[in-house]
């Protein structure tokens, strides 16, 4: 037994299952840049990004060398009690990166999870209202509220109720498996049009507190909305007094080649939900609001003893720095053109590949059964994904069977087509039946 497997024995005896969404036995030993090293020293091209976190690369010396100075100074000193340079330098930066030229207020955690959290607390508070709607195949992390936000799978939420009341779900405009087998544009977005019939019979919009969107669905599979849908959403949000809260854990940070997603679309949110990329890796979230409805609440209603870490912050500060001097939402826009192009050439020569879709370095390559019927490939994404593995690439799938594909933003383009050709053999060994079925046995994935 390699040590790889000798950990993941180790890890499994001890370690929760709740915590696991397995692919394969990757035991992490290192990683720098774009690479991962794992415990008997294979090199692998990291696509997977330590989930869309660590977007301009694993230990930038930058992140490294701001981490290790804020140790010489101080690890730890709650905000709650205390003031330090550091959440203030972030929360100015912050401030002027995220949309909108009015006055903002921020508001730190350790996760998206509870950053979601509180979204919700905060739109009550602001609004007196409490209803809140969210959307159907969202993803929103796993404390209750979050929890309560998300729709994406039975899995998470069986046997763990009740959730959260007065929190809604609509349909997300997924125009590759339209939920009312409808087609854009000539549907005339009717999965707006629902909502608004919601609006007249079942949920009262002058009860309804905010609207939480993940401008581009991530864990669903990279599900991107028809351009005119965001603009009217929030134009019906306004029409109602609803704050419009963008959920940007996984899409913010120059990962869809812009800062922020909403950036494609001129939407500026009422509420931005930041987490993942923002300290490359450090526990570190934010919420960065109107200033008029960030007064709205006080201590301790959102208030941790971890948050706003020093550390982490002096790591999300160089993040930001790194990503503005090097213009990465620009590099993210190019190299996720070219990768989308080799996709769909792809796509012309494997049936197994039923759509391309996505922005930026954010791409999702959704593998099916028959493209006619567009029946999710689940157990072949697995194999995708092992047989990518054993080829030196770590990629994993989401949504049931859409590849997920988030490298750094800072990979070469030699890297990118090193990992898009080992994708492509890694596709045609699964079309010719040489990823033995008892792999699929040994994952877990989504």
């Not at 159907?136 to 998470?156: D, F, P, Q």
């Not at 349909?171 to 590759?176: A, K, N, R, V």
């Not at 028809?226 to 913010?252: N, S």
Request: charged share 30%.
């Amino acid at each position: 037994m390699d040590l790889c497997e000798k950990l993941v024995k180790r890890d499994s005896e001890l370690l929760s299952p709740s915590t696991r969404v397995s692919y394969f036995p990757l035991a992490v030993a290192k990683a720098e840049g774009t690479k991962i090293w794992d415990l008997d020293g294979n090199e692998y091209i990291d696509f997977l990004c330590g989930a869309a976190t660590t977007n301009i690369g694993h230990r930038h010396p930058r992140v490294v060398e701001a981490i290790k100075r804020q140790c010489d100074q101080f690890i730890h000193n709650t905000l709650a009690y205390t003031y330090y340079e550091k959440a203030v330098e972030l929360a100015e930066r912050l401030v002027e990166i995220t949309p909108g030229n009015f006055a903002k207020k921020v508001s730190y955690g350790l996760s998206g999870s509870d950053c979601n959290d509180g979204a919700i607390k905060l739109a009550r508070s602001y609004t007196g209202r409490t209803k809140i709607v969210s959307f159907l195949k969202s993803y929103h992390g796993t404390t209750y509220g979050a929890l309560s936000l998300s729709a994406i799978t039975l899995r998470m939420r069986r046997r763990l109720g009740p959730f959260l009341p007065e929190i809604y779900h609509v349909p997300y405009p997924d125009c590759y498996r339209c939920i009312f087998n409808l087609e854009y544009p000539d549907c005339g977005l009717y999965c707006l049009g629902f909502i608004e019939e919601l609006f007249d019979t079942v949920i009262p919009p002058e009860e309804v507190a905010a609207m939480i969107i993940e401008p581009i669905q991530g864990d669903a599979g990279v599900i991107v909305p028809p351009d005119d849908y965001l603009p009217k959403l929030k134009k019906l949000c306004e029409k109602h007094g609803i704050l419009f809260a963008a959920e940007e854990v996984q899409t913010g940070f120059c990962r869809t080649g812009k800062w922020f997603a909403v950036n494609h679309w001129n939407i500026e949110p009422d509420i931005m939900i930041l987490g993942k990329a923002i300290a490359s890796g450090m526990p570190l979230s934010a919420l960065v609001a109107k200033r008029e409805i960030m007064e709205s609440w006080e201590a301790p209603a959102h208030l941790f003893t971890t948050e706003g870490n020093p550390l982490s912050c002096a790591a999300a500060i160089a993040t930001i720095d790194v990503m503005k001097e090097e213009r990465l939402y620009e590099r993210a826009a190019r190299l996720g053109e070219y990768a989308m192009k080799r996709f769909r050439e792809m796509m012309d020569k494997h049936e197994l590949i039923g759509d391309v879709r996505g922005k930026g370095l954010m791409i999702g390559v959704d593998l099916v059964k028959d493209r006619k019927t567009k029946k999710p490939a689940r157990e072949e994404a697995l194999k995708v994904d092992w047989r990518c593995w054993e080829k030196g690439l770590v990629l994993i799938h989401f949504g049931k069977s859409v590849l997920r594909i988030a490298p750094p933003l800072t990979i070469s383009e030699e890297e990118l087509e090193k990992g898009l050709q080992i994708i492509e053999e890694a596709i045609k060994d699964v079309e010719e039946g040489k990823v033995p079925d008892e792999v699929v046995k040994r994952m877990v994935g989504w």
